[in-house]
């Protein structure tokens, strides 16, 4: 079979046998949620609530304030704490709601189900989608009501539905579609009424086709539905090379998705998307995969704002010392300074790794390989760019594209002498950055 | 204590050592064999030819306060390389002198591993060719051992007093030619059964060691099927236009062509990064290896044709960019 794909990539081990079969199982909150005023791409929200009071599940909590900011949702029943600073897992110490959870009170939450959904309109689903502080939640958390705004001048011809979850070890996306084929599809179904595409692509790797068959079986529900099998290869599942590998356009550099006439939006958005429609239930929890170095691989739903500790104590700690957690997969992840870091509504996994999984990387002269400019998946020549950033041409960088440098680490992955690569070009990025400011 | 450290947090178990010390391993076949058809002499002048690179780079590393990098292996191939492009017959001092050469002028000068412009064992190669003319083209040795391809000695006695690739410079006769062209010639070439360097006997079994390389993708086969294609292809349209007496099939098989286009010219430091500038490389250098075979003054012309092309490097480099995605 000729599997669709992009050129490039790399194929890592996927450790993702570890935690696939572990169903989801929602978890008993901790004693404490931290929600980040900031945790999408854009303006952080405003807090609305008044210290002491007494919080909901599913109240909101704090307003969009801003163009590109969503109003945030408590995830348990308790009394609002006030505002802390406290270890963001994408660093640094960040402004949160901190709430103290309720043990007493465990009602769920009352969702208001509406049958029918055919007469709200695209407007009034947006709101909706907004006002449940929906973001994206395969990693970037960009806010979805607003990718949703598609400008009138572009014409989006392809929806594609991202179920590539191409990160090694996460498997949090493939238990969703193994669980809840049919509500994701009618999430996507909502985003088909209001984007009105040609087609609406469901893609997934060739290494999930139980998961594919899984989806396959709504079909009758869903004729327009087109379902895509991928290569399994890494990063498969980002954007520009996902759309390239099914449309064959290529997103414009430094332009967005719709610039290509496409539309991508990921599993466990589209299922937040009609929790939020038919349950007017907002973004409050989401499926986290803790994995790697644990004694039970899990796949937990879990209230936004729990600790990661919290998490790791659930599987019942770590076999041996652990060395590294990584808030997400291992090859775009952020490792983390404690195990107090909470989850927000990007994390969608939980690396451990222990003291001999840690890369300790000693870099030695490159011997000129090519397996970086094989494995780009942008076509950039990592190897010049990093002479150039060495001697801090940065200039030079940009005319060699570093700004299209997406930072998935194959790069890096498969440098034989070890070198930072993907590093030097985020710091060379946002030196960039800085500079055009 | 959490370690923290940036993305990636995993990386392929394929470092520079495992590159280097693959092409060791796939130098092997071709060495045994020459051990077995030359003699122990060939064991001699290798080991003298390795010693001597491991260690000029060595005290080179060590005088210079440079990091010791010994143990990443690539010493040890341009020693080996090097001993591999001498006659079995050369004095013990001759590898030394090379290996000597490659490290420390083409290699540490430069910078050394992954600085180089030339392939050191060529470069070396070439520097022993200009000062020990004698030594390097006209000392050479009838195998003495039994045979890989069932030929007896007898039938070949007539070529491989010198190299078949020197007879044929200094008597491009027709019934040389002929004797050249033959199948029980080119099944000898094959299979590794004359007079020659002691790594250039056995086009199988360097194919062998290469075809390992290209699988675990530590060469770019892209650069060999360009070199040695372009050989055949390039004699093959002077063979048919009556400018070389021997067919396409001697001229891969024959010197260092099978040696230089598996493991000279795929030489990762002195090669191009990009697609297409390792097929212009490859490409390239077969031609420029049948223009000096058949107009030049050297019997041979692998090791000047790939040092030429290491010079283009990086400017097929510069001219192969690939378009940025979206741009």
């Not at chain 1, 983390?336 to 939980?350: L, M, N, P, R, Y």
């Not at chain 2, 780079?57 to 690539?74: A, C, D, W």
């Amino acid at each position: 079979m000729n599997l669709l794909t992009f050129k490039g990539g790399i194929h890592p081990p996927d450790y993702k046998y570890l935690s696939k079969d572990s169903k989801i199982k929602r978890i008993e909150p901790p004693d404490f949620v931290y929600l980040y005023l900031s945790q999408h791409t854009g303006v952080p929200s405003k807090p609305i609530i008044e210290r002491k009071d007494e919080v909901e599940i599913g109240q909101k909590i704090a307003e969009a304030s801003g163009k590109l900011s969503v109003p945030l949702h408590s995830p348990v029943n308790g009394t609002y704490m006030g505002t802390v600073m406290h270890l963001h897992p994408l660093g640094g110490r960040k402004e949160a709601i901190k709430i103290k959870v309720n043990k007493e009170k465990n009602d769920p939450f009352k969702a208001k189900a509406r049958q029918d959904i055919s007469d709200i309109s695209t407007q009034k689903l947006i709101s909706i989608i907004k006002e449940s502080g929906i973001v994206g939640m395969g990693g970037a958390a960009f806010p979805t009501y607003f990718k949703l705004q598609v400008p009138p001048n572009k014409k989006i011809k392809d929806v594609i539905i991202n179920g590539i979850e191409c990160e090694p070890y996460l498997t949090s996306d493939y238990r969703l579609m193994m669980e809840k084929p049919e509500e994701i599809m009618k999430g996507v179904d909502i985003i088909r009424k209001i984007i009105k595409p040609e087609n609406v692509w469901i893609a997934i790797e060739s290494n999930k086709l139980d998961a594919l068959k899984n989806m396959k079986s709504t079909s009758s529900l869903f004729p327009w539905a087109n379902f895509v099998v991928l290569k399994t290869k890494y990063p498969q599942g980002s954007e520009k090379q996902l759309i390239d590998a099914i449309t064959g356009r290529e997103v414009p550099e430094g332009g967005l998705p719709f610039d290509a006439g496409a539309y991508v939006q990921n599993v466990g958005t589209a299922l937040a998307i009609y929790e939020a429609v038919y349950f007017e239930k907002p973004l409050f929890e989401r499926v986290v995969t803790v994995t790697g170095n644990v004694r039970h691989q899990s796949n937990f739903l879990t209230p936004i704002g729990t600790p990661f500790k919290h998490l790791i104590e659930l599987t019942e700690g770590p076999i041996g010392e652990i060395s590294k957690i990584i808030n997400g997969g291992p090859l775009m992840g952020i490792a983390q300074a404690d195990i107090e870091s909470c989850v927000i509504k990007g994390t969608s996994g939980i690396v451990l790794q222990n003291q001999k999984e840690i890369l300790k990387r000693e870099s030695s002269p490159c011997i000129r390989c090519g397996a970086c400019v094989d494995c780009c998946p942008m076509r950039l020549l990592p190897t010049e760019l990093y002479k150039y950033i060495e001697i801090n041409n940065l200039e030079k960088a940009k005319e060699l594209g570093v700004m299209s440098c997406m930072e998935c680490g194959s790069c890096s992955y498969v440098c034989p002498a070890n070198i930072p690569l993907t590093q030097q070009f985020k710091i060379a990025k946002s030196k960039i950055n800085r500079k055009s400011k | 204590m959490l370690r923290i450290s940036p993305a990636p947090h995993i990386t392929s178990k394929v470092s520079t050592h495992t590159i280097m010390w693959s092409v060791v391993i796939a130098l092997m076949p071709a060495f045994a064999y020459a051990i077995y058809l030359f003699g122990e002499r060939v064991l001699l002048l290798t080991l003298i030819s390795v010693l001597s690179a491991v260690l000029s780079e060595y005290l080179f590393q060590k005088i210079t306060k440079r990091e010791n990098r010994i143990s990443n292996g690539s010493a040890v191939i341009t020693g080996i390389l090097l001993a591999f492009s001498i006659s079995p017959n050369s004095p013990w001092w001759l590898p030394a002198v090379g290996s000597a050469f490659a490290i420390i002028v083409v290699k540490q000068i430069f910078g050394g591993i992954g600085y180089n412009i030339f392939n050191p064992a060529l470069a070396g190669r070439a520097f022993l060719t200009a000062s020990w003319p004698g030594l390097m083209a006209g000392n050479w040795v009838v195998p003495s051992s039994g045979t890989l391809s069932g030929l007896s000695t007898q039938a070949l006695d007539g070529i491989t007093q010198a190299t078949p690739l020197t007879l044929l410079k200094v008597n491009p006769a027709e019934t040389i030619a002929q004797s050249l062209n033959s199948s029980l010639m080119l099944k000898a070439l094959f299979f590794g059964r004359v007079g020659g360097c002691i790594g250039e006997t056995s086009a199988f079994l360097l194919l062998i060691g290469a075809l390992y390389l290209f699988i675990r993708k530590f060469a770019d086969w892209k650069i060999s099927l360009g070199y040695i294609g372009s050989v055949f292809v390039f004699s093959g349209i002077l063979y048919y236009l009556g400018k070389t007496p021997v067919i396409p099939l001697f001229h891969i098989l024959s010197g260092g062509v099978m040696l230089g286009g598996l493991f000279m010219a795929t030489d990762m430091v002195t090669s191009p990064v990009t697609v297409k500038g390792r097929w212009i490389f490859g490409i390239a250098g077969g031609i420029i290896c049948v223009f000096i075979r058949v107009w030049g003054g050297y019997p041979e012309g692998v090791s000047y044709s790939i040092l030429i092309m290491n010079i283009f490097v990086p400017l097929l480099d510069k001219i192969s960019e690939k378009k940025i995605f979206g741009r």
